[in-house]
C-alpha cells in the first residue's frame, strides 16, 4: 500500500460516495479485460460505494487477438448499480471513418492494428489487398455487425468527474474545454504530456503508454499497454484518494500523491 499527502483533486462534498474506475486502453485483450472487471468487481466488494461509474478511455479495439468479443461484452454489459461510459479513442475513430465510406485509411489502420481487429472479425486482412476501395469498404462493413458500429457511434469525447477531466489522448494546453478540438482529445501527445500548466482539473487519459500509472499535478496517464506488457490499469477515483487496480499484481495500491 503506497501513500501520500492527499492531493488538491477531489470529488464535491456531496459526492464522496460517488466512485469512478476509469479503465485503460484494452486493444483487443479480452483475457485482461475480464480479469481486471472481476478485481473491481471484488474491490467493490471489498469497499462497497453508492454509485459507481466505469469509464472506459478508449482503443477497445486493435493490435490484440480479440476486439470483437471485446466490444460484445462491453456492449452488453451490465453491473447493478454501475453505469458505464465510453470514450471515442483514436483507433474507433479509424474504424468509424472506414465504416463510413473513407477508404484511404484502410491501409494505414491495417499496419496499426486493424488486421488483428479485422481477423478477429473472421475477415482475412490480406485479402483485402486484391479489392478496389468500394469493395474493400463492404467487405469490411460485411464483416462487422450493425449493432458493433452502433454502439461506437455513441461513444463520448470527454467525461468531467469532480476534479477530473477524462479523455483518450489529451487536450491542447491554453486552450478552453468547450473549444477542444476532437483530433486533439483523440489524437494528442506534445505539447500536452510535456506542458506543467494547471488546465483547472486534472486530465486522466490512455493513448501514451508508460510502464506504469504516470501521476503529473496536472495529468494521469494509464495506459500501460496490455496488448504488449500484459498489464491492463484502472485508476479509482473516490473523494480525495485514488488508488490503481491492475492485471499486473494481485493487490491495489493506493496513489494520494503527486509522482515524479
Known amino acids: 500500500m503506497f501513500r501520500k499527502t492527499p492531493p488538491r483533486s477531489r470529488l464535491p462534498e456531496g459526492a464522496r460516495n460517488y466512485r469512478a474506475y476509469v479503465i485503460?486502453?484494452?486493444?483487443g485483450k479480452l483475457d485482461l479485460l475480464e480479469e481486471l472487471l472481476a478485481k473491481i468487481d471484488r474491490d467493490l466488494e471489498r469497499?462497497?460505494?453508492?454509485?459507481?461509474?466505469?469509464?472506459?478511455?478508449g482503443d477497445l479495439i486493435d493490435r490484440g487477438p480479440d476486439s470483437a468479443a471485446v466490444i460484445e461484452l462491453l456492449r452488453t454489459y451490465r453491473r447493478p448499480g454501475a453505469k458505464t461510459v465510453f470514450i471515442l479513442g483514436n483507433h474507433e475513430e479509424v474504424m468509424l471513418r472506414i465504416l463510413d465510406g473513407?477508404?484511404?485509411?484502410i491501409g494505414q489502420w491495417l499496419k496499426f492494428g486493424g488486421a488483428q481487429?479485422?481477423?478477429s472479425y473472421g475477415l482475412d486482412p490480406a485479402g483485402l489487398a486484391a479489392l478496389g476501395e468500394a469493395e474493400a469498404v463492404a467487405a469490411i462493413r460485411g464483416a462487422i455487425p450493425a449493432e458493433h458500429s452502433r454502439f461506437l457511434h455513441g461513444f463520448?469525447?470527454?467525461?468531467?468527474?469532480?476534479?477530473?477531466?477524462?479523455?483518450?489522448?489529451?487536450?491542447?494546453p491554453g486552450v478552453g474545454l468547450e473549444q477542444q478540438l476532437q483530433s486533439d482529445l483523440r489524437w494528442i501527445r506534445e505539447p500536452?504530456?510535456?506542458?506543467?500548466?494547471?488546465?483547472?482539473?486534472?486530465?486522466?487519459?490512455g493513448h501514451t503508454i508508460t510502464d506504469g500509472v504516470e501521476v503529473r499535478p496536472n495529468r494521469i496517464g494509464i495506459d500501460t499497454g496490455a496488448y504488449a506488457s500484459g498489464v491492463l490499469t484502472a485508476l479509482a477515483i473516490q473523494?480525495?484518494?485514488?488508488?490503481?487496480?491492475?492485471?499486473?499484481?494481485p493487490a491495489s495500491s493506493t496513489l494520494t500523491g503527486t509522482l515524479g
Open 117 to 119: 481487429c479485422l481477423a
Open 24 to 27: 485503460g486502453d484494452v486493444h
Open 156 to 172: 463520448a469525447d470527454s467525461f468531467r468527474f469532480g476534479d477530473y477531466l477524462i479523455v483518450h489522448a489529451g487536450i491542447r
Open 47 to 57: 469497499l462497497p460505494a453508492k454509485k459507481v461509474v466505469l469509464v472506459f478511455v
Open 192 to 205: 500536452f504530456l510535456g506542458d506543467r500548466s494547471d488546465h483547472g482539473f486534472v486530465v486522466v487519459h
Open 102 to 105: 473513407d477508404a484511404s485509411h
Open 239 to 249: 473523494g480525495a484518494e485514488r488508488w490503481v487496480i491492475d492485471t499486473g499484481v
